[in-house]
């Protein structure tokens, strides 16, 4: 395992493109490109602001910077580096953006302040019909601090601009299927929940239906496209299982009266479901009857024989006694020994794990299973139980390398295979 050598990054903005060619990372108000093997700066644009939100399009050809505070959404092309878009909401307040599926649209969600009828935009073209008139009109179109919401859908080749209203405020609420074919919106209106379907390639509505829920909390598409996963809030265990066409196909749940639903999951192959709970369990919906197949837990204690567990150890270095000061300096105040060695030892059953004990007087306890992962072959399934703070890193396409980002700086972390390193795998401070 290599390492290369640390660069500047603000606000955890570091993503690998999806082509694995490039690496693109945020300093502020700067945006530098690099060449994902060598990590030569490729291209570096400046934005108006501090960047708060960057994303690749799915060609790799573009990335987004948006600029929440200011209302900003710059665009900007590596095969023309002097082409450049500017999206000015105006008084629309910016609270999300993000790429469609073919790389040539981008969604903004925004929340104005504006009476019913009024339109805020900068676009001058307005040929293209606001999505969604057919829908009577409705004075609940707020979110739950009282400001409308609005998703602009602006496009990068015809200028075009189409609106869909009624967005839910909820973290998942956007969801395209894999061959970007079509998009599932969250929408909230009279205090009541409805899911619609739009096409992708013209965003004209194909189907609107309600929800069951309290408080629609997230929703999912399978990797085929053919069902779409809707889960209620925590506070209530619920899944619900659609259709393209919007038909109920089935409901799951668990147990009342507690924490529910907290991650959600599909595997590759879409023949299963992951359903991750605050009860520390997770449980496999299979795709036939919908039924749970079987339910997986996180013990205090691993007692199966064939269960192989790996502890890590670590082992530090003899210390240079010689070199020492005496009396010691501030600096003395840090370990002694600043690199050590580690690696994992396969550990004998029975084993006892460590485990966080969640503060219950506390609002959104650290308690549930927070991730969920399967391979990419759907044979494996990875889970986490007990949520803790953690920075980020993100892996190359390829999977040969990951980013580790912390919260001023980041580096490459090349894994050593068959074929290799890449050329930035090199020295650091003298050692590899």
């Keep these: 395992m ?24 945020c300093v502020q108000y700067r945006l530098v490109v690099r060449d994902a093997s060598t990590l030569q700066i490729l291209q570096l644009y400046t934005c108006l602001d501090q960047v708060q939100h960057m994303e690749w399009s799915a060609d790799s050809l573009f990335i987004l910077c948006a600029m929440y505070k200011r209302g900003l959404v710059q665009v900007w092309s590596l095969e023309q580096p002097e082409w450049h878009c500017k999206i000015d909401e105006g ?21 104005f302040h504006a009476p019913s009828g ?7 073209n307005r040929r293209q019909p606001c999505l969604g008139v057919h829908l009577p009109r409705c004075s609940s179109t707020e979110c739950l601090c009282g400001h409308k919401l609005r998703i602009t859908v602006w ?7 189409s609106y869909i209203k009624y967005p839910k405020a909820c973290l998942q609420g956007i969801t395209f299927t894999r061959d970007g074919r079509y998009m599932a919106l969250a929408e909230r209106r009279d205090c009541k929940d409805y899911v619609s379907i739009l096409v ?11 929800t069951d829920t309290q408080d629609l909390a997230g929703l999912e598409w399978a990797p085929n496209g053919c069902v779409l996963a809707v889960w209620d809030t925590c506070l209530e265990y619920k899944m619900l299982l659609y259709s393209l066409d919007g038909r109920l196909l089935s409901v799951f749940c668990a147990y009342e009266w507690s924490l529910g639903i907290k991650s959600v999951a599909w595997s590759p192959s879409s023949q299963f479901l992951a359903i991750g709970s605050y009860d520390g369990k997770v449980r496999l919906l299979n795709h036939v009857t919908w039924k749970m197949i079987t339910e997986f837990g996180h013990p205090a204690a691993v007692n199966n024989p064939k269960t192989v567990v790996y502890k890590e150890a670590k082992k530090s270095p003899p210390l240079a006694l010689g070199h020492l000061s005496f009396p010691p300096s501030r600096a003395g105040a840090c ?28 609002a959104n306890p ?5 991730m969920l992962a399967f391979s990419a072959d759907s044979y494996f399934l990875a889970t986490r139980n007990g949520d803790f703070l953690v920075l980020s890193l993100c892996w190359h396409p390829s999977g040969d390398s990951l980013a580790l980002l912390s919260k001023d700086h980041f580096c490459l972390c090349f894994l050593e295979t068959k074929e290799g390193t890449g050329a930035a795998a090199g020295l650091r401070d003298g050692h590899v």
């Design 2 to 25: 290599n390492f290369s050598e640390v660069f500047k990054l603000s606000s955890l903005l570091c993503k690998f493109s999806p082509d694995g060619k490039y690496l693109a990372s």
């Design 91 to 111: 008084s629309a307040g910016l609270v999300a953006s993000c790429w469609s599926p073919d790389g040539r649209h981008i969604l903004n969600t925004t929340e």
């Design 118 to 124: 009024v339109t805020n935009t900068t676009c001058s």
């Design 155 to 161: 496009s990068l080749c015809t200028k075009s601009v």
């Design 200 to 210: 992708c390639s013209d965003w004209q509505l194909l189907r609107h239906f309600d």
């Design 335 to 362: 370990p002694l020994t600043a690199t050590a060695e580690s690696r994992y030892e396969v550990a004998s059953v029975p084993v006892s794990l460590q485990t966080l004990k969640p503060a219950a007087d506390r």
């Design 366 to 370: 650290r308690m549930g299973v927070g």
